[in-house]
């Protein structure tokens, strides 16, 4: 064969991180570790109303009491928390009014990522919030959404712009008492997204937001609240990449979704955070809360395409509080070289006739172990209600690893709770057979694994099904052995 | 005179420690057909791999060229790009690939090589309404996930079905009438035979003589032990079919 190991090791030397760049931009950091002071300063650097500031401190208070969980199924080097800078913003020269007064490195930075500000407005359909680092720099498509009265800005915006709706929702999905990561968030949150969806509004394109882990040595940790009101729709998508980076960077989210009766929400994401290099050094921390709340009649659905980060813990959740509402988890989750991810959903079903749907595709290369950790639990009263759930293993090596872990906690009888697992490893059969049609290797396990993950990926909205494509064939890429 | 196709010379091969082609000779020109039989574990199928480049089977000795070139060492796709088609004996399953898209992606992937641009989706759906008529393909099943949930039959059709998409120089099927009604192999066979022309050739490999009375061979090699022991024409077939391969076995002489 011509296509020796050598030559595919090359290649993925080569090639293993595109977007392993680091823009050169002079930001304002805090100085690093973790206390009250650091806490203060965040909040009196963003101008935060002395209730955001009570909040943070009261989290911190209970943070300090809270232990590192331990019961998922990874192994990692614990953060030093007190060597972290918890606050970095590019550096603000002047209010801008056009494009052409952003940084051009910047603009840089935001070609290379695909996302060049002045194509999104021209080509239109998305809105995109950026998230640099800690503070949004550039915001398209907000008076469009103005109009409709649709608010999509930064957390620190809507922390200035709409108070009241801020300090009614957030927290409120995940209180900073809910785990050591959410309060470590709820603490030290230096921005992230805000949405709300008035009564009655469709919204008419997908919202996207883009977040980088940009300075070298910053955690980062946003904060994402999701107000659908009343008989509103909207589909948000959340994409990530990071420059690469050898020491290991913490990443830990808090999102919160909140559809009120009979509203839909539809939150996407595609995650390709810095995975480490392929001896295991250096790559993100993904320590996150994402939850969402629904109310009569109304349906939360994640699908979520995980390719990237060292170690992930993460759980898209769904409380289905009303009655007939509907909770959805669909999920991809790759692992190669030494990636570790255990991730999964809760589907909490309080309300009657509340249905839940889990479909989980985990796809294991190199040495990396991949666990689905579920629970679907049915509460007393959740008359009628059913959930199915479907997890399934795509092992590409025999070093790696597949585990599933699902719970079941049912506490009423007019349940339906269905759960089925399948393990398969990709056959040298199969390779061989669409190489002999003339479909290279590389390409021929891109073809399987999109086909093994298409119920998931045919979820996600267009654009970003072309892009996760490209994303697991580039996450595979020579993986096997 | 005959252009050459296909030579096979002096050819062993092993898989793990198990010798399995222990010196295999073989001339295949354009337009022929070839029909290889033997009984079990004769080495037919090991053939039909080695011939299409499986890298679980190490070739130790001797040479395969095509078109004068020598492919002993060619990747598969490579091979197939070049012309090169096997009709597997258990086609695999894809779940979550159309059929269709298979396809395309393997017809886009050879333009590729040869460096020219994707077909066009009008001509590409154009040729796969006309190659699926020919064998008699299920509308259905273009659509489905490759040989998923297919009955043995339209595993089998499929595979001439994608043989008519590639259009190759040069097919082996390898057990194709296995697992076929009579009704099906005939189906199978006609596509076969209204692909042929003085262009390409093709090895039938098989158990049975009734294949050969549908896809007529011009000649008939019966494999023992790794090695071509008895070659004839059609008639070879017909005297197997009474006699079996003992009385050929003791002789062992290579004609």
Not at chain 2, 50 to 77: F, H, K, Q, R, W
Not at chain 2, 179 to 206: F, H, P, Q, R
Not at chain 2, 237 to 243: H, T
Request: with cysteine; proline share 3%; glycine share 8%.
């Amino acid at each position: 064969m011509s296509y020796t190991e050598k030559q595919l090791k090359e290649e993925l030397d080569n090639k293993s991180y595109e977007f392993g760049f680091v823009t050169d931009i002079e930001s304002e950091k805090a100085p690093i570790g973790l206390n009250e002071d650091i806490i203060k300063l965040i909040s009196s650097k963003k101008n935060e109303p002395e209730w955001l500031l009570d909040y943070r401190l009261k989290a911190f208070e209970i943070w300090q009491t809270m232990q590192e969980p331990k019961w998922a199924h990874v192994k990692y080097e614990k953060p030093d928390f007190q060597n972290i800078s918890y606050y970095s913003a590019p550096k603000k020269k002047k209010e801008l009014k056009s494009l052409d007064e952003v940084d051009p490195e910047l603009l840089k930075t935001m070609e290379k990522l695909g996302i060049s500000i002045e194509e999104q407005k021209k080509l239109s359909g998305v809105a995109v919030d950026f998230v640099m680092d800690s503070v949004s720099v550039a915001t398209s498509f907000k008076e469009k959404l103005g109009e409709l009265g649709i608010i999509f800005c930064s957390f620190s915006e809507a922390v200035q712009n709409h108070p009241d709706l801020v300090r009614k929702y957030m927290g409120t999905v995940v209180p900073f008492t809910d785990n050591y990561y959410a309060a470590l968030n709820s603490a030290v949150f230096s921005d992230g997204s805000f949405c709300y969806i008035p009564k009655g509004v469709k919204c008419p394109m997908e919202l996207s937001t883009y977040f980088r882990i940009n300075e070298s040595g910053t955690g980062q940790f946003e904060r994402t609240l999701l107000i659908a009101d009343e008989s509103s729709y909207v589909s948000y998508l959340e994409g990530c990449t990071a420059p690469q980076r050898d020491e290991n960077q913490l990443h830990a989210a808090v999102v919160e979704l909140i559809a009120l009766d009979q509203a839909e929400i539809k939150y996407s994401t595609v995650q390709n955070w810095y995975p480490g290099n392929d001896k295991g050094v250096g790559g993100v921390y993904n320590f996150v809360t994402k939850r969402g709340i629904c109310g009569y009649r109304s349906k939360i659905s994640w699908t979520q395409v995980e390719t990237g980060s060292a170690v992930t813990w993460k759980y898209p959740s769904c409380i289905l509080k009303g009655d007939y509402s509907v909770g959805e988890f669909y999920s991809v989750a790759v692992t190669n070289n030494f990636q570790q991810a255990d991730t999964g959903t809760k589907m909490i079903h309080v309300g009657k006739n509340t249905k839940s749907t889990i479909i989980s595709k985990g796809i294991s290369s190199g040495k990396s172990q991949n666990s689905y950790r579920g629970l679907v639990k049915i509460g007393k009263g959740a008359h009628n209600s059913r959930n199915f759930s479907q997890c399934d293993s795509l092992l590409m090596t025999d070093q790696c690893g597949a585990h599933t872990f699902p719970y079941i906690e049912c506490e009423n009888s007019s349940a339906t709770v269905e759960h089925e697992a399948t393990t398969s490893k990709i056959g040298e059969d199969q390779l061989f057979y669409c190489m002999q049609r003339g479909i290279s290797e590389e390409k021929a396990i891109s073809l399987i694994v999109n086909g093994y993950a298409k119920e998931v990926l045919n979820k996600l909205p267009m654009e970003f099904a072309v892009e996760a494509q490209k994303l697991l064939e580039i996450s595979l890429e020579g993986s096997v052995g | 005179m005959k252009e050459l196709l296909v030579e096979i010379k002096n050819l062993e091969c092993r898989i793990g420690d198990q010798e399995i082609l222990k010196g295999l000779n073989l001339k295949v020109n354009k337009g022929e057909v070839h029909a290889i039989m033997g009984p079990n574990g004769s080495g037919k199928s090991t053939l039909s791999s080695v011939l299409a480049g499986n890298d679980n089977y190490e070739v130790t000795n001797g040479s395969i060229s095509y078109l004068g070139e020598d492919i002993t060492e060619m990747n598969p796709e490579e091979r197939s790009w070049k012309g090169m088609f096997l009709a597997f004996q258990y086609p695999i399953e894809i779940p979550g690939v159309s059929n269709i898209n298979f396809l395309r992606t393997a017809l886009n992937e050879r333009n590729k090589y040869f460096g020219k641009d994707p077909i066009p989706a009008k001509d590409f759906l154009k040729m796969v309404a006309e190659k699926s008529a020919l064998v008699g393909l299920d509308n259905k099943l273009k659509n489905r996930s490759v040989n998923e949930g297919f009955s043995g039959g339209e595993k089998k059709r499929n595979e001439i079905f994608q043989m008519a998409m590639l259009n190759p120089k040069l097919s082996i099927l390898d057990e194709t009438d296995s697992g076929l009604d009579i009704d099906a192999l005939k189906t199978v066979a006609n596509g076969v035979n209204k692909l042929k022309s003085s262009e390409n050739a093709t090895i039938v490999i098989t158990h049975y003589q009734r294949l050969l009375d549908y896809i007529v061979p011009d000649f008939v090699h019966v494999l023992h032990e790794g090695q071509i022991i008895k070659t004839g024409d059609k008639n070879l077939a017909l005297e197997l079919e009474k006699k079996g391969y003992d009385w050929l076995k003791t002789g062992n002489s290579i004609n």
